[in-house]
Structures are given as C-alpha cells and as structure tokens.
C-alpha cells in the first residue's frame, strides 16, 4: 500500500503534513499513561487502568498518523490504517475488544455471571481481562516509539532513501 491515500482507502482517512514533533510528544503521553494503568492495576483500580490503556492505545495510534502525516476520524479507520501501512505491528482486533468492553464485544458474560451469583468468578476474569489489556498497550507503545522515535519504517517500505 502506498503512504498516499488511496480511492479504497476510507474517505475519514485525511492526508496531512507529517508532524514528527507532535508524534514525540504524542508518544511520552502514551507512555505515561501506560505506566499509570501499571500502577493503578497494581493498587486494584481495574476500571481507571483500563480507561488508561484506552487512553494510552488511543494516543500512541494518533502518535503514528501524526507520523506519518494522516488524520483518521473513527476506530475503525485508525484500525484499517494500521493494518494496511503496519501489517501485524499492532494487534488492532484485540484494541477493538478493549474499546468494545469484552471479548464477545457485548457486557452479556458480566450480567450472566451476575445472575449465577458468580461475582467472585467475574472479578477474577476482570482482573485477567485488565492485566491483557495492558499487554497489549505495550505492544501499541513499544512499536510506536520504535517507529517514531528510532524512525522503523513500514513493513514493504524501503528504508533506502531513492533520489
């Protein structure tokens, strides 16, 4: 895929100038907000590190548009954006599992567990959940301050600069 916007590419998928400066600093923000979901998981604040893995998902993605010089109105476009200029870099589905709240994409297992009176059960697969999610922030942080801030570049992309 070329890093020019393509007629398939979709139409929330905006070209702009790159801005490497705001892409370093988009970087240090998902870094901290990784550490501080580490930090909140660990005194037991399972909904406020999850909002911080989202945040820190949520900032590096920006991170590498900025980067690399697109705007992407929606998820899914950041997502399609990713996939196609990134292949297998980020594990965009499981970030659209996070976002969404479960893996069925659905709160069904939680009210289920509620009305087994299974909530010790539910708090149990909260806690993995919660530690998951912030595994994945990793691998979104890592890979885009390797990409940022050591200049990888795209999978298919020359690193040979052509004159």
Not at 32 to 46: N, Q, Y
Request: hydrophobic content about 40%.
């Amino acid at each position: 895929m070329s890093p020019e916007t393509s007629a398939e590419e979709p139409v929330d998928l905006l070209k702009i100038k790159p801005e490497p400066s705001k892409a370093i600093y988009a970087v240090g923000a998902a870094e901290e907000f990784l550490e501080s979901a580490k930090a909140k998981f660990k005194s037991g604040e399972r909904e406020e590190a999850l909002e911080d893995v989202k945040n820190a998902i949520r900032i590096a993605s920006s991170a590498i548009l900025y980067y690399d010089g697109y705007v992407a109105g929606t998820l899914d476009t950041t997502c399609y954006y990713l996939q196609n200029h990134y292949p297998k870099r980020f594990p965009t589905d499981e970030w659209r599992i996070i976002e969404i709240g479960t893996k069925t994409g659905v709160r069904l297992v939680d009210a289920v567990l509620e009305k087994l009176g299974l909530e010790k059960k539910k708090e149990e697969m909260k806690v993995d959940e919660v530690g998951r999610a912030i595994a994945i922030a990793n691998v979104f942080v890592q890979s885009v301050k390797s990409i940022v801030m050591i200049g990888e570049k795209p999978a298919g992309e020359s690193t040979v600069k052509e004159e």
